[in-house]
């Protein structure tokens, strides 16, 4: 019986040498250099959060998960399907890499993090967390 698989981009504190890395131990790391349309923002809360933009670029990391390791995800990301009070989303978007671009899943602004405005203008929590 083979287990169903995910592709997620990551672009905050479970990146390689993040926080909660240790998240995706387990995972296949598809690639270290991908990126996606969009902002990120940092919450104050040591982390990021991601948002729509038409022509900015965020860069991050496309790992493979199993749906328990997906489940994990949404824990720590606090979040519900259907649920309207949600940290962060789960969405399709696409994904560029140096093998081409494909729909995966990444976690986006919720209801509860919307308001954040503090624009991380290196595109890359990595970055950021260096200055």
């Not at 926080?19 to 982390?47: F, M, Q, R, V």
Request: with cysteine; hydrophobic share 30%; aromatic share 12%.
């Amino acid at each position: 019986m083979s287990t169903q698989t995910y592709l997620v981009f990551v672009y905050g504190t479970l990146r390689k040498g993040g926080s909660n890395n240790h998240y995706l131990k387990k995972a296949k790391l598809i690639s270290l250099t991908a990126w996606l349309y969009g902002e990120l923002h940092d919450t104050g809360y040591g982390y990021p959060v991601l948002k729509e933009h038409s022509h900015r670029t965020v860069t991050g990391e496309l790992y493979e998960v199993t749906s328990d390791e997906l489940v994990k995800l949404d824990q720590l990301e606090d979040y519900v399907a259907d649920r309207s009070s949600n940290e962060y989303e789960r969405v399709k978007k696409t994904v560029y890499t140096d093998e081409g671009e494909q729909e995966v899943f990444v976690y986006m602004a919720g209801e509860k993090l919307v308001n954040c405005s503090k624009i991380i203008e290196e595109n890359d929590w990595m970055l950021y967390m260096k200055r």
